[in-house]
């Protein structure tokens, strides 16, 4: 990874502007030395869903909607041109563009969500003899050097390219390079190509052992995607270069802004909580959820589908446990079963109300089980909408508690203390409720709906001296709480009960799958 060694310039201007790329939109803020959201604005873009799991987006898309946003910013920050000296760029994982050698899309991005590519991920990985799906020699050598292995659900990266080269081989030979979301729109931006460690993590052709980061010939050709057309990996807090002129005329910028290496969605929203000392969790509900957190080593548990992969910060090693459907459930129960209302009634769980498990498209953690769907259990007749509006609610609160119960285990992971809490749901003061009575912890929300605006503004504070590191800068933030929940005893003892129970019911759903 090339480092910022020499790199003592500071970055012109006092802001800094920070743009977090999600599944349906992105949200850009102006950031300044204190680390304080000045101005922000979300701009939304489609997401193509069509049958045998696919989930596509136009790299186009992502660009215009951050033209918007800037367009919106310039007019509440009319200074915003002579102020601004650094851009970060962080978002989704996972996702693959097939770019030419000018960088120009050659099909729609296969988005993290696609799942088209699970036979190829199976065959990828099976063969005799194996355990729990994966060929022994194979699984042993993924886990020796890149501390996991490709999802056998088709998820991730390796899968995808796979799925291209036998599917759309005119495609596949045409592609120059093999890009994440975050890698297409520096790009965009500098006219370089990179990338960042955690989409280099999760391509599964990297080495990840401390001292020996890097792509590995090994994986690739065990992986059988050529590392050549894999860009070089950057640091989180790195200058890639400067604004094109073409890409400074469209956000009204100037050439001067330096667009740093940025990273992943889930580094960003980490460091926004600022939870940057090892074994503290973070929980982020939106449309997936996830549990996360620094660790010093590299971690992994295989019967609960979660590791650590390399950050961009210097590659430490960041814990992420995720769950495929959070938000995505709750809202699929508003479509559904709405009425045109909303979870006011959500603290008002009884023993005797239905249980919702939120598989709609499968499960990861602490499952990795693409088959499972989402089921309610126990309908009676007096269970009206309002009813199961509320067991949707909880079941995410439930699932979260069961991913969550598995990653509290493991050593170093800080026992007590507030959990810190982001994602749109953090924002319902229902739900933030309901998690602290679900876990009998404390629950602190950052900045919701912006922990990965700030977080991404974080990487940029060394080049614009605002700190000697990111992570120095991060720790700021951590008293920054909107919001703090304690639990209530007597809901505690409600959902430890309902708990146990589910406990014992998920397993035979599960195993009704596996059978």
């Known amino acids: 990874m090339h480092k910022n060694t020499g790199e003592r310039a500071l970055a012109k201007g006092d802001l800094v502007i920070a743009a977090d790329f999600g599944t349906s939109g992105v949200k850009v803020g102006v950031v300044d030395d204190q680390l304080t959201l000045l101005a922000r604005v979300t701009e939304t873009y489609p997401l193509s869903l069509s049958p045998g799991g696919r989930a596509e987006q136009d790299p186009n898309d992502w660009w215009a909607a951050l033209e918007r946003a800037l367009a919106a910013l310039h007019k509440d920050m009319p200074d915003l041109r002579t102020r601004a000296g650094a851009i970060v760029f962080c978002g989704q994982v996972c996702g693959v563009v097939c770019a030419d050698k000018d960088g120009k899309p050659l099909r729609p991005c296969l988005t993290w969500m696609d799942k088209r590519a699970a036979e190829v991920g199976n065959r990828l990985v099976g063969g005799f003899p194996s355990v729990r799906g994966y060929r022994v020699d194979k699984g042993l050598l993924w886990l020796a050097l890149a501390n996991g292995a490709p999802a056998q659900n088709g998820m991730d990266p390796t899968a995808k390219i796979l799925w291209v080269k036998e599917n759309e081989p005119d495609v596949f030979d045409r592609t120059r390079w093999f890009l994440d979301v975050r890698d297409w729109l520096v790009h965009r931006a500098t006219g370089k190509f990179t990338t960042c460690p955690e989409s280099a993590n999760l391509s599964w052709v990297m080495n990840t052992r401390r001292g020996r980061e890097g792509w590995s010939e090994t994986l690739s050709r065990l992986a059988g995607i050529p590392i050549d057309r894999m860009p070089p990996i950057v640091a989180g807090d790195q200058k890639v270069g400067g604004l094109t002129e073409d890409a400074a ?30 074994g503290a969790l973070h929980i982020s509900v939106a449309t997936s959820a996830w549990i996360a957190g620094f660790f010093k080593g590299r971690r992994v548990s295989i019967p609960h589908a979660y590791a650590t992969i390399t950050s961009c910060l210097d590659y430490r090693p960041l814990l992420i446990a995720s769950q495929e459907n959070a938000g995505s459930a709750m809202q699929w129960a508003m479509q559904v079963i709405g009425d045109g209302q909303g979870f006011d009634d959500i603290g008002r769980v009884r023993l005797e109300d239905p249980f919702f498990l939120p598989w709609l498209t499968g499960e990861r953690v602490p499952v990795d089980d693409h088959d499972l769907r989402g089921t309610f259990h126990g309908l009676a007749l007096d269970h009206d909408t309002s009813t199961l509006r509320r067991a949707v609610v909880e079941g995410v609160a439930l699932n979260l508690k069961w991913a969550f119960d598995k990653v509290s285990s493991e050593r170093g992971v800080q ?3 507030p959990v810190a809490l982001v994602g749109g749901a953090a924002a319902n003061p229902g739900f933030a409720q309901l998690l602290a009575d679900t876990l009998s912890r404390d629950i602190r929300v950052c900045a919701a709906r912006h922990a990965g605006v700030l977080g991404a503004a974080t990487l940029a504070a060394p080049a614009m001296g605002w700190a000697a590191t990111a992570t120095e800068a991060a720790a700021r933030l951590k008293g920054r709480d909107t919001a703090r929940y304690t639990p209530d005893q007597r809901r505690v003892e409600v959902m430890q009960a309902r708990a146990a129970r589910l406990d014992r019911i998920r397993r035979d759903i599960i195993r009704s799958y596996q059978r």
């Open 415 to 417: 026992p007590d203390g």
């Open 249 to 278: 005329n469209a956000l009204g910028l100037s050439t001067d802004v330096q667009v740093l290496g940025g990273g992943a969605d889930v580094t960003a929203a980490t460091l926004g909580t600022g939870e940057v000392e090892d």
